[in-house]
DNA sequence: CCAATATATTGATCACTGTCAATACATCGT
DNA sequence: ACGATGTATTGACAGTGATCAATATATTGG
């Protein structure tokens, strides 16, 4: 029964953070989904319009749309209607917002 | 026929980057796994033993187990052996890495 | 209104993942 | 060597997710 080391501790998210911050991760944690940022964040308008994305990725209509929904639940893009067409751009706030919430881990160094 | 907008472009990630840094952030993509980086990051020695981390998570040991697994392929953390305990401890290399790797996006705005 | 095009949704399928009980493996103390 | 304890693996199950074909919705141009 005897413990290995000092138990916890505090300074630790509590769980309605971390319920939080994960789906936002999770969006990322695809290879597509990463691709479909890198263009949108690339491009020279800082947009581009879904219909652009099938082609490179060589995905299907649904599956890009899948993945954009993805992406836009989690706050990371957003889309704009220009007539027939949307254009997608990445919010970069909340990029700063999920890349900033991995430095305190850092701090601890 | 007529395009939207401006094609695609350049400075984009390719599909091997991209199938490199998913797994990493998907790792991060759990709320469990989230709470256990950020306790073995708060903890006063900077590291903690596995078996510290069921109590407070609720879960079963292999599940504990399981995720501690995920988070050390992704790179994330590490464990050392101190006898009959293994203590681990965020690779802040590791953390910094992806974070890093959000910035770029961020440099276009 | 109608045809064309971009996007979203639905339904189906397959793969993966989180979870636990049961079991195996490793290490220490006696 | 043996029992106790921490850790890892296996097998099973439920839930989720990625993907596409088919279909529906939305918007523009004629």
Chains 1, 2 share one sequence.
């Not at 911050?21 to 597509?32: E, R, S």
Request: proline share 7%; glycine share 6%; aromatic share 2%.
């Amino acid at each position: 029964m005897d413990n290995c080391c000092t138990p916890l501790f505090a300074g630790v998210i509590d769980e309605e953070e971390a319920t939080e911050m994960a789906p936002v991760l999770a969006a990322l944690g695809d290879p597509v989904r990463l691709r479909m940022i890198s263009m949108l964040a690339a491009a020279p308008e800082g947009s581009v319009c879904g219909c652009d994305l099938e082609e490179p990725l060589e995905l299907s209509q649904p599956t890009v749309s899948h993945h954009l929904k993805v992406l836009r639940e989690a706050g990371l893009i957003e889309g704009e209607r220009r007539g027939r067409w949307i254009h997608y751009s990445v919010v970069p706030e909340r990029v700063t917002e999920i890349r900033d919430a991995l430095s305190p881990v850092r701090a601890l160094v």
